[in-house]
């Protein structure tokens, strides 16, 4: 079976108005997931409801033992969203019904009081998050080479990343979070593109990286200290637009790396 985690797992199969397979989904952990109910909701996607005992796999935030467990599916199959509800004890959930007011309410048994157990849930839980592309840069500015980190930030569960870090055109790197070193001085455009199979979404951030030569970031910084008023001293030391407190305790932190990596930087003094 395709996907298993190679022990009792949810397992939802699809099939079109004339009994075809469409698509077929497991979903759990190394422990036990068992589906009790299922139901469809609106843009087509699908509510599994459940328990499980897994700790890994699709599963995350058990409380321990077994929890209820609750996932969406979109039309497709492709895993949006998961929940566990419950405690240290052990928890099961056997139905799940949509209510007039758009929540769900789902019912089931708490075995540490033996009795029933309701959970509601709103609307808003069984609302995909929108695929949305965003990112950050650990470094923006410093002289070559210069190493970025670049950290993915987009929401809506993508799972392809195409960066273009130059604004050339060409893909640079496939990687969720990669490493780019700049070489060449100059203002770089970079570009994420994601992907999942719902769609595609692009940030671009103008002029965001800043290649040139003279002083370095320092530590804890993004940026280039800054000369705010051309007197040869770079007062703005983390390069904030701006000489404030900050800058004074930046400098006195770091004023040994400072004298060893730019020795200009006495000057500061």
């Known amino acids: 079976m395709a996907g298993s985690y190679q022990n009792w797992d949810m397992w939802v199969v699809k099939l079109d108005a004339d009994g075809a397979f469409s698509w077929q989904k497991c979903l759990g952990g190394s422990d036990r997931d068992i589906a009790q109910d299922i139901i469809a909701v609106s843009d087509g996607m699908y509510v599994v409801a ?9 599963v995350v935030g058990n409380h321990g033992d077994r929890d209820g467990w609750f996932v969406t599916l979109n039309e497709s199959g492709t895993l949006l969203q ?4 419950g405690g240290s004890s052990r928890e ?29 849930l709103d609307s808003g839980y069984f609302t995909p998050e929108e695929l949305s592309a ?24 993508p799972d392809e990343w ?11 790197s496939t990687e969720q979070n990669p490493v ?3 070489t060449e001085l100059g203002t770089y455009t970079v570009s994420l593109t994601v992907t999942n199979a719902d769609g595609s979404d692009v940030e671009t951030k ?4 800043t290649v040139v030569s003279g002083l370095p970031v320092f530590p804890g910084c993004k940026r280039l200290p800054q000369d705010l008023n051309g007197d040869g001293v770079y007062e703005d030391v983390n390069g904030n637009g701006r000489l404030d407190f900050d800058d004074v305790v930046t400098f006195f932190a770091d004023i040994e790396w400072a004298i ?5 930087l006495r000057r500061l003094t």
Do not use: M
Request: charged content about 20%; proline content about 6%; overall charge negative.
């Open 50 to 58: 459940g328990f499980t005992g897994s700790s890994d796999g699709d």
């Open 82 to 85: 998961q929940i566990c509800l």
């Open 92 to 120: 099961e959930v056997y139905d799940v019904s949509p209510s007039s007011d758009g929540s769900y309410t789902v019912a089931g048994r708490n075995h540490l009081f033996s009795s029933g157990w309701a959970v509601k």
């Open 134 to 157: 965003a990112f950050e840069a650990d470094v923006i500015s410093g002289a070559p080479p210069l190493e970025v980190t670049f950290t993915d930030l987009s929401t809506g569960e």
């Open 162 to 172: 195409a960066w273009d870090f130059t604004n050339d055109g060409t893909v640079d």
């Open 180 to 182: 780019y070193t700049y």
């Open 206 to 209: 103008a002029d965001y990286i």
């Open 260 to 264: 060893e990596n730019e020795p200009p």
